[in-house]
């Protein structure tokens, strides 16, 4: 059973940054895509940001420029460089673990708030 720990979030002035960070238990297939989602208070999860074992990476509109996803070298590690912070990124941040073959999982953390303050 893969378990997901979020650690890095916090109370931070507008135009700062964070780092957070995602460790994952258990074994993880080289397939597994891992992301970043958030939930802002009333609004539904929306997707942030998502990297491959191979290290491509996808943003969302709102935070690409201004985020950066990457894995850790042992690849059950995954970060998110937060820039540029505005108000409007104030959420609940949750990893996620998602593979396909040759086992189907998807696995998400229990939260890390951000809060940025104007």
């Known amino acids: 059973q893969v378990q997901l720990v979020e650690s890095g979030g916090g109370l931070v002035q507008a135009g700062g940054s964070l780092r957070l960070s995602c460790a994952a238990s258990?074994?993880?297939?080289?397939?597994?895509?891992m992301s970043w989602h958030r939930q802002a208070p009333g609004k539904q999860r929306e997707f942030v940001a998502r990297?491959?074992?191979?290290?491509?990476?996808k943003y969302s509109e709102s935070v690409a420029g201004r985020f950066t996803i990457s894995r850790g070298i042992a690849k059950n590690t995954v970060y998110l460089q937060m820039n540029s912070l505005a108000p409007e990124d104030t959420a609940v941040y949750y990893c996620?673990?998602?593979?396909?073959?040759?086992?189907?999982?998807?696995?998400w953390g229990q939260g890390t708030q951000v809060t940025v303050s104007s």
């Open positions: 990297i491959t074992e191979g290290g491509n990476t």
């Open positions: 996620n673990v998602k593979n396909d073959r040759p086992v189907h999982y998807d696995h």
């Open positions: 258990g074994r993880l297939f080289s397939t597994t895509i």
